[in-house]
């Protein structure tokens, strides 16, 4: 690789760390929300709402269409956010 290829690639790997730095802040506004979610289920059945699974992974869909990004990306990283939180969410269970 060309220094000057080196120089960019060092650039555009500092513009995603940036960007990471800011998805870290929306995922604990997220995980947030998701503590309220919590606090309001009563029974640890209702952690996974499979329509509501299904809507969401819709909307992302149509949504990523929309803004001409690769679907399948987006269907990844959603499909594995929210196993992410339904594994918090079991864990956080507290039954009343």
């Not at 080196?6 to 500092?14: A, G």
């Not at 949504?63 to 399948?72: A, C, G, Q, R, T």
């Given at each position: 690789m060309s220094p000057q290829k080196?120089?960019?690639?060092?650039?555009?790997?500092?513009k995603l760390d940036k960007l990471d730095d800011t998805l870290i802040k929306i995922i604990k506004k997220r995980t947030n929300l998701v503590k309220k979610v919590l606090a309001l289920k009563e029974k640890k059945n209702q952690i996974v709402d499979n329509k509501r699974i299904k809507t969401i992974l819709a909307n992302i869909r149509k949504?990523?269409?929309?803004?001409?990004?690769?679907?399948?990306i987006t269907q990844k990283i959603w499909k594995n956010m929210i196993s992410a939180f339904i594994d918090f969410e079991r864990r956080n269970f507290k039954k009343k």
């Open positions: 080196r120089k960019e690639l060092s650039k555009i790997r500092s949504k990523s269409l929309v803004n001409n990004i690769d679907p399948k």
